[in-house]
């Protein structure tokens, strides 16, 4: 409500700050702190936050668009929102604190108003009806990232681009390491991995609860791939070259042994043949799932021979199943065999540590993260290679940010998404300090239509986030 005082000259504006609060759709006790003490000008409102990181907090709505680095408030997870992170100066409470505190210039928040802060986004950070943001679709298309670091899987929302949600996995207080997180073929659940751990876990794409696990023993399990219908899983132990076929109804397990050095893994169109990767040689195993001690061995060298072993990493399908792309981290190529007779039928130079790869359905692109690839600066580091998987060559490569692995296509919006890890000290300093050890990364987003970066879509993260998975 705004009043208007009558003088002789002029009619002064007196702005009611309580109209405002009434206004904000936040809770009344949050909205007293954050209405009154942060949405001020030249801070959080709508007419400053261009010079305040793109936030507004004017209204709980405006608080949930984010900043220029993606959410500020996560629900039910005061200890990942950086909102808890700026304004905290109290070293009892739970959360990091950062500098500058806000309100900048201004008294800081007293104890109660901190306690208020933060048992409001335990609790979901509510509006005022009680209804928690992203709630209301549980079927919404999201993809997942699983920072290595911290035993954390991002749950981000794919409409915008923000993280809805922050899940702790691992079965025990030790850092496990997720290593690889994928989506279910019926998009109900989605299953993680540990390099450092002994479970594979599931958890619901409707809630995040976990709702099975499976204990494959401590080892290190890089990767794992799904049959079409979801019945089996294949873990793979790159140390101890097992294998673990995992019952996913009951969570029961298979060992199976003698498999050298395994690290990528996928199945063919029909599930009946899982295909490894032999990283410290230059093969790979074809095994029938039925019969999988007469598994098959193929030469990856094939017409192309290379001085030394590829160390072949990932490998993925083209969308019509005629031929696989498999990324050769020492050569620095992606190897194109075709699926008939397993004969490589190209050799595609990509940059330096080729990793992971993606495939789009609607265009003909191949996505190659390469982690050490040179960029046109000291400061860069990594590129994301395009394929066209029709032509098997090399159409461009994007620099997307420090260090990128993991990554996933979204053909519904047109998008590939990118986990940039920002492991190594010489990379940039993130913005933010996480609660476990390391260096927070980042995702950032590819065009489509243009292949390029979308200008400001980079999102910080949590320790690592090695690897991204998206519902189908």
């Known amino acids: 409500m705004v009043f208007f005082i009558a003088t002789s000259c002029r009619h002064d504006e007196i702005i009611d700050e309580n109209a405002d609060v009434q206004n904000s759709s936040y809770p009344l006790d949050v909205a007293e702190i954050l209405v009154k003490k942060c949405a001020t000008s030249g801070c959080h409102d709508n007419i400053s936050k261009d010079a305040a990181a ?3 907090m004017i209204t709980w709505s405006d608080l949930f668009k984010g900043g220029n680095g993606g959410a500020v408030v996560i629900p039910y997870r005061p200890d990942q929102s950086t909102l808890m992170y700026y304004v905290n100066h109290d070293s009892l409470l739970p959360v990091p604190g950062l500098s500058p505190t806000m309100p900048v210039n201004q008294p800081a928040l007293t104890i109660d108003e901190l306690n208020i802060l933060q048992n409001w986004i335990a609790q979901g950070a509510p509006d005022r009806n009680g209804f928690v943001k992203f709630s209301d679709n549980p079927l919404r298309r999201k993809y997942y990232v699983a920072n290595q670091g911290c035993d954390l899987v991002s749950v981000f929302d794919a409409a915008s681009n923000l993280v809805m949600r922050a899940v702790d996995v691992g079965s025990t207080p030790l850092t496990e390491s997720p290593h690889m ?4 073929y019926d998009n109900l659940s989605w299953f993680v991995c540990f ?4 479970t594979f876990q599931q958890y619901s794409t409707l809630d995040n609860t976990l709702i099975g696990e499976a204990n494959i023993g401590v080892a290190s399990w ?6 079409p219908n979801d019945s089996l899983a294949f873990v793979v132990d790159f140390s101890n070259g097992k294998l673990a076929i995992v019952n996913i109804a009951t969570m029961t397990v298979q060992i199976k042994n003698g498999f050298g050095n395994p690290h990528g893994s996928t199945m063919n169109a029909t599930g009946d043949t899982l295909y490894m990767t032999a990283q410290l040689g230059s093969s790979l195993f074809k095994i029938p799932v039925n019969d999988m001690v007469n598994y098959e061995i193929i030469d990856l060298k094939g017409a192309f021979p290379f001085l030394g072993e590829l160390e072949p990493h990932d490998i993925i399908f083209s969308p019509d199943h005629s031929k696989y792309f498999v990324t050769c981290q020492e050569s620095n190529e992606v190897r194109v065999v075709q699926t008939s007779n ?5 050799a595609i130079p990509v ?3 080729p990793q992971e790869l993606s495939v789009s359905f609607n265009n003909p692109y191949i996505f190659v993260t390469c982690m050490d690839a040179i960029g046109s600066y000291p400061s860069e580091r990594g590129s994301v290679a395009i394929i066209n998987y029709e032509t098997n060559q090399l159409i461009k490569s994007v620099y997307t940010g420090y260090q990128p692995h993991g990554i996933a296509v979204d053909d519904v919006n047109n998008k590939v998404y990118v986990g940039n890890r920002n492991a190594n000290p010489n990379g940039p300093a993130p913005h933010h300090t996480s609660l476990c050890a390391g260096r927070n990364g980042n995702v950032s987003i ?14 910080e993260v949590s320790v690592d986030p090695y690897s991204v998975g998206i519902t189908h």
């Open 446 to 459: 590819i065009d489509m239509s243009t292949l390029t970066v979308i200008p400001g879509s980079s999102t």
């Open 54 to 56: 793109g936030l507004s």
């Open 195 to 198: 390099i450092a751990g002994g």
């Open 222 to 227: 890089n990767t794992f791939a799904l049959t």
């Open 181 to 184: 997180v994928r989506v279910a």
């Open 351 to 353: 940059g330096l540590l």
């Open 342 to 346: 397993d004969s490589v039928i190209a």
